[in-house]
């Protein structure tokens, strides 16, 4: 298979903007400059993934939860956060997703210019890797209550693939999505805190909602831990391609501040 440029491209801004965060001094920050850094990981099922392909009347609309059921499966993601001041922050995140499963359908399905015949053992792959640089704003922090907002610049790196014996196709698509960032920390008991965190935006075309609710434990000046629930959600609905998926995790991480 042939390298993904776009995606490649993708991968090497995420390094070179990791690469600079890390080679800040305070100088060039400010004395208030503060790096973080999360590693998240879990587990993610689907309630919904419904794709076509081309979406029009060649193909067949079918869905990925019937084909793989719900599963559960092993995910993760990372991030890196600068902050910069006492009020900007500047976030990278890098956050795989790979689902490979076979499932036997009931009806003939119609996929990216090929058949998939019924009662047959079909390989599925749904691949949705996403990379994001993400500007922050706190526009409130207080004893309990702290509020960012901003803006986030995401990559996506998607596929969906089915096998059938000798037959094989897929879609593959690499873009570009602007996403509206929004978060929240509530600090209701010493060391105990309650956080949002949403990346989202709907068009005409389309939607993407990443939003996560969880629970975190300060272990110390520099450690902190926190558990909760993520769901991402979202799709497009054009010529090319019909697909929309809800997945949901459960997740739990470490993050650790220097």
């Known amino acids: 298979m042939k390298p993904n440029p776009v995606s490649a491209v993708a991968r090497l801004t995420l390094i070179t903007a990791c690469a600079t965060l890390l080679g800040a001094t305070p100088t060039e920050a400010g004395e208030a400059s503060r790096f ?20 029009d009347s060649t193909a067949t ?23 910069a001041g ?16 076979t499932g036997v359908p009931d009806l003939a399905i119609g996929f990216a210019g090929e058949t998939y015949a019924p009662g047959t053992p079909t390989e599925a792959t749904y691949q949705f890797n996403s990379y994001r640089l993400t500007y922050r704003y706190r526009i409130h922090e207080g004893d309990r209550w702290t509020w960012w907002t901003g803006l986030t610049a995401k990559v996506r790196d998607a596929k969906i693939e089915l096998r059938q014996g000798a037959v094989s196709s897929r879609k593959t698509d690499v873009g570009f999505v602007p ?40 272990l110390g000046e520099k450690v902190a831990l926190y558990a909760g629930y993520r769901t991402v959600e979202g799709g497009a609905d054009v010529d090319e391609v019909y697909a929309f998926a809800w997945l949901h995790y459960a997740v739990a991480g470490l993050e650790y501040r220097f």
């Open 179 to 218: 996403l509206l960032h929004l978060a929240a920390a509530w600090r209701f008991a010493p060391r105990w805190s309650v956080a949002l965190d949403a990346d989202a935006l709907a068009g005409g075309l389309g939607r993407a909602e990443d939003v996560a609710l969880t629970l975190g434990r300060e």
């Open 61 to 83: 609309r079918f869905s990925l939860v019937d084909l793989l059921g719900s599963g559960p499966w092993p995910s993760g993601r990372a991030y890196l956060t600068w902050r």
């Open 36 to 55: 973080s850094a999360r590693v998240e990981g879990g587990a993610v099922w689907q309630t919904r993934n419904d794709v076509q392909v081309p979406n």
């Open 86 to 101: 006492e009020r900007h922050a500047l976030r990278v995140l890098f956050a795989p997703l790979s689902i490979t499963g």
